[in-house]
């Protein structure tokens, strides 16, 4: 048996026939028709969408597109794989060579949507993608918290008796915690993008600002998250740390990562601000 997996247009004869079989896939179930989101052919080539098909010693045997959305994350689009070949690793070859093109694009993140009838592709996207086991005890070290590893075998113990990890900010801090699985000084999520645009304008970044970035995502997306719930009233951990590790950081952070969670500039804009802002003039 040889794969190999080839780039098509999605309206070329073998690639239109792979997803004529999907589509009949699909309707064969109960699906509802506000969870029908598939991407006709013309959109998939409307939207720039970059789609392979698998072939099996020759024979197309599956297909899979992914549509990015600028540098921030890539969508999976339209994964099939015929029948007779399922059960012989073509669709985990299909997710490896989609996150070969997207980490080539410098797009880190994934993302999918599926049906809750797809019970084979559910379990492969849940074997394919990083899972992070998190404990909570007790105790767990002088700070409440830690994370051991990275990616798929990262490790987080979050304490359940730490005073400031109670109630609704137990919530942040199991977003915020695992997110060091990710995120780092300078590598990785936040990182990465802190030491290459600091070496451009030729400056030293303080040394725990990437960890102030976190800490206010994770405290935004938490508000936000539980606004929707109907509490108004949460306020972000960060905001008890303003005065102490995070002096200088408020003014920067409330201005120019609110406006990239906002979605009204860049995450480099945000970053090259902040850093502008916060970094000690030279003497």
Known sequence: MQISIVEKRPDSATAAQLLAELDAHLLAH???QESRHAFSIDKLVREGVAFFVTLNDGKPAGCGGLKLFGSEYGEIKRMYVRPIYRGLGLGKAMLNRLAEHAQRQDVKLLRLETGIYETEAIGLYERFGKRILVDVSPFAWEFGAYTVGE????????SSTDPGYQCFAALEMLMHEPSHAIVAPASHA???DLKRISEELGVKPRPNLWHAI???????????ALVKRSVHNYQPYIAGMYER??????????THWQAYLDGKVSREAAIRQI?????????
């Open 190 to 192: 936040i990182g990465t």
């Open 245 to 254: 590790g995070f002096r200088g950081f408020k003014q920067p952070l409330e």
């Open 30 to 32: 109960p699906y509802p």
């Open 214 to 224: 976190l800490f206010y995502t994770s405290g935004e997306l938490t508000r936000r």
């Open 151 to 158: 990616g798929e075998s990262a490790h987080v113990v979050v």
């Open 275 to 283: 850093l502008i802002e916060t970094t000690p003039p030279k003497k």
